[in-house]
């Protein structure tokens, strides 16, 4: 994730996709991101590196509009075009060479972004210097440890070349710690039962951009439907006691900076 080339060319008919943009727009996103980041951060300025289509900045905006002062940075252009006509302020370019002017921020965020580059400790002392003092730091990532990778392998849909880093709560809070940061809690969040299905179904074939897009478009829209409710119910405490197994799809990690 140097120049966001990829991203812009054979990964654009994913990352642009209508169920892409709609998904990372839709209400429903960021739930359980958006609850973390209220748990320990009410208000401030918020940096969200390697934003895309700005999709977090944006909902966090929307949903407390006087608490926050967003900005998000990025490479790949098209995703960032999309921010921006959504109102989402953005800085497009290399993090590692980005100044801000000398700019200072309460928090930064990283969703979804350190298993794609080539050097996250890298960003992470970046994001340290960019921080003010206790400033926090969430970081998300595939969970090396889930239930998922435990029972698919090298079979599992996210065990592929956009990946170039796995980590577990432990690997992820050490890279934290070397960074100069802190960690306060980690987390286990997030659980899709289609892919695992999909993913055994079709021993460890690859997946189509477009059908990635798709499967994204199709939970989501599960997500918002009134009337599973009760099959939502049920799914939640699957996640959540999975979770408490350090078993879900995802971890995060929330970093203070010393």
Not at 79 to 106: C, M, N, T
Not at 213 to 228: D, R
């Amino acid at each position: 994730m140097a120049s966001g080339k990829f991203y812009d060319t054979e990964g654009a008919d994913y990352y642009l996709s209508s169920a892409k943009l709609a998904s990372d727009y839709a209400d429903v996103r960021f739930e359980r991101e958006l609850r973390l980041f209220r748990e320990f951060c009410l208000r401030g300025t918020v940096l969200d590196v390697g934003c895309g289509s700005g999709g977090f900045l944006f909902q966090l905006k929307k949903r407390w509009p006087n608490d926050y002062e967003i900005l998000g940075t990025d490479v790949s252009g098209g995703p960032l075009d999309y921010a921006e006509s959504q109102g989402v302020p953005v800085v497009r370019g290399d993090f590692l060479q980005q100044d801000f002017g000398g700019r200072k921020f309460d928090v930064a965020t990283m969703w979804a972004v350190a298993e794609h580059l080539t050097a996250p400790g890298k960003f992470l002392e970046r994001i340290h210097l960019a921080l003010r003092p206790g400033g926090l730091c969430f970081v998300l990532v595939p969970n090396l440890r889930s239930l998922a990778v435990r029972l698919l392998d090298a079979k599992y849909r996210y065990v592929y070349p956009q990946h170039l880093n796995y980590f577990s709560a432990q690997t992820l809070g050490r890279l934290g710690k070397h960074a100069g940061f802190e960690v306060v809690a980690t987390r286990f969040t997030h659980f899709n039962p289609v892919v695992i299905w999909q993913d055994w179904r079709g021993r460890g074939r690859d997946v189509s951009n477009v059908e990635r897009g798709e499967l994204l478009k199709q939970t989501t829209a599960l997500k918002q439907k009134p009337w599973l409710r009760p099959v939502k119910w049920l799914y939640g405490l699957t996640e959540k006691t999975l979770g408490a197994m350090g078993l879900a799809d995802n971890v995060v990690v929330v970093l203070r900076k010393k």
